[in-house]
Nanobody
Framework: QVQLVESGGGSVQAGGSLRLSCGAS????????MGWFRQAPGKEREFVAD????????RYADSVKDRFTISRGNVKNTIYLQMNSLKPEDTAVYLC???????????????WGQGTQVTVSS
């Protein structure tokens, strides 16, 4: 059974930083990307960033480019999202995902994590 487990969410003031982690288990993921989506109350789920299995390709939403960095751990089933210069509009539930690399539309996601809350206060 595939499981994606996120950690690292929390509350921070604007301008602060957080680091999210996600570990995947129970499956083979070498054909897929792993990444992060987020969903704020009353809004649609949106893509944040993803990374190829090799780690050589990373993609970001324009809203987080130059502030967030996605990376893989030494264990390739683990990914991280370093979030710097956080803004109140970054407040959302952040969900880890395994997705097909053809697109970063939520419909390309094969597996979802449960999510971790990130709250940024002004």
């Amino acid at each position: 059974q595939v499981q994606l487990v996120e950690s690292g969410g929390g509350s921070v003031q604007a301008g602060g930083s957080l680091r999210l982690s996600c570990g995947a288990s129970g499956g083979t993921f070498s054909s897929y990307y792993m990444g992060w989506f987020r969903q704020a109350p009353g809004k649609e789920r949106e893509f944040v960033a993803d990374i190829s299995w090799s780690g050589s390709v990373t993609r970001y939403a324009d809203s987080v480019k130059d502030r967030f960095t996605i990376s893989r751990g030494n264990v390739k089933n683990t990914i991280y999202l370093q979030m710097n210069s956080l803004k109140p509009e970054d407040t959302a539930v952040y969900l880890c995902a395994v997705l097909r690399g053809v697109s970063h539309n939520p419909t390309s996601v094969v597996y979802w994590g449960q999510g971790t809350q990130v709250t940024v206060s002004s």
